[in-house]
């Protein structure tokens, strides 16, 4: 006897029904799961089952003769046994970005809920959107991450003053570039946003340099496999000492989700701890960063832009890299904060939601 029920062509198992039954007393009102997958028989059985106009009826055998009803709709939704398509919108980008990044006005995003959930969805699909006018009192940057999430505190404060000082803890407070680098991959977990917001701009220097890490990363992966494979799979270990903090974090430069796909960069000359691989493997590992380096700092795959006063990028700091050209001449100040995805992307969504209601 088969173990699944054929309901338009779409094979559902008897203990994946049973496991999604609908009813109130497996689900709470809130859709979420009141039964408990590991007290189901894993062989359960269907005493008899109907296919009716508006779905699907199962009464199970057993004692309880359970019922469930599961509406047509919702195993069209939920079948299973095909290719997952992605459902993130990802849209890599090279250096055909310069002077073209996504970009919204501050004004219409707080006025017009339509164009803040298109300055979201840009965050989601380049990884990255400049917003210009956002105005210049300092600590505006909290209110700009009001409007889509939730500021993520860290050592360097609720914002950080991106302007160079005697002494600093780190060299983005500091006149001297830096190469193109994801913050803090030290921490675990990592912020998964940054903002970086204007209020002066130098009178020379000071370029901010951008690249899709996402793009780096395939470029490196069709170019040389190996490579590619090392920084995938040998982790590295970054590391942050201050008065104040002492913060360590060991994982690959290049993390994959569990279907290949590439998802998360870290990358940051500063802050990498001696590297610690097996002898024979040190030198090809160095190949390989250098490579990957190369590519992410290379015309290709690079924007350059100089922020004005009043602009702010948004950008995933686990795929944007950002860094710093030129020493800056003259007072500069940027105002930096961290974020993160889940605030942002809820946001998003909410705003979908209201758009297509
Ligand atoms: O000064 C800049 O443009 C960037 C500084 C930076 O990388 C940072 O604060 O994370
Ligand atoms: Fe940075």
Not at 39 to 44: F, G, K, R, W
Not at 246 to 263: D, F, K, V
Not at 266 to 288: G, I, K
Not at 333 to 348: E, F, K
Request: with cysteine; aromatic share 8%.
């Amino acid at each position: 006897m088969n173990n699944f029920i054929d309901y338009n062509n779409q094979r559902f198992h008897f203990l994946w029904l049973r496991d999604h039954c609908p009813c109130s007393d497996c689900r709470h009102p809130s859709g979420q799961r009141i039964l408990e997958t590991w007290q189901l028989d894993a062989d359960i059985k269907v005493e008899s089952y109907e296919i009716t106009e508006t779905g699907l009826e199962i009464r199970w055998a057993g004692p309880q003769q359970h019922l469930s009803h599961f509406s047509a709709q919702y195993l069209l939704a939920n079948s299973y046994d095909k290719p997952q398509i992605p459902t993130e919108n990802i849209h890599t980008w090279g250096a055909e970005l310069t002077g073209n990044l996504p970009s919204y006005d501050y004004n219409q995003v707080i006025a017009r809920d339509d164009v803040k959930g298109q300055w979201l969805d840009a965050v989601t699909k380049y990884g990255i959107a400049l917003l210009k006018n956002v105005p210049t009192e300092p600590g505006t940057i909290l209110q700009v991450v009001d409007l889509f999430g939730y500021v993520r505190n860290t050592n360097y404060g609720e914002l950080f003053e991106v302007i160079s000082v005697e002494q600093a803890v780190n060299l983005a407070f500091t006149p001297i570039p830096l190469s193109l680098h994801t913050d803090n991959p030290y921490r675990n977990p990592v912020p998964t946003l940054q903002l970086l917001h204007c209020l002066e701009k130098a009178d020379r220097g000071g370029v901010t340099a951008l690249t899709d890490g996402f793009r780096a990363a395939e470029i490196l992966r069709e170019q040389n496999p190996q490579a590619f494979n090392l920084l995938s799979t040998q982790a590295v270990t970054f590391r942050f000492s201050s008065a104040d903090a002492i913060l360590e974090h060991t994982a690959c430069m290049i993390e994959l989700s569990a279907n290949g796909e590439i998802s998360a960069i870290r990358v940051n000359s500063r802050s990498l701890a001696p590297l610690n691989l097996p002898f024979d493997m040190m030198q090809s590992f160095y190949a390989a960063y250098q490579e990957l380096t190369a590519i992410i700092q290379g015309s290709a795959c690079k924007v350059t832009l100089t922020l004005d006063r009043g602009e702010l990028i948004l950008f995933d700091n686990q795929r944007v890299l950002h860094g710093r050209e030129e020493q800056a001449v003259g007072p500069r100040h940027l105002q930096g904060c961290y974020a993160d995805r889940d605030g942002l992307r809820s946001t998003a969504a909410l705003i979908n939601k209201r758009q297509q209601s």
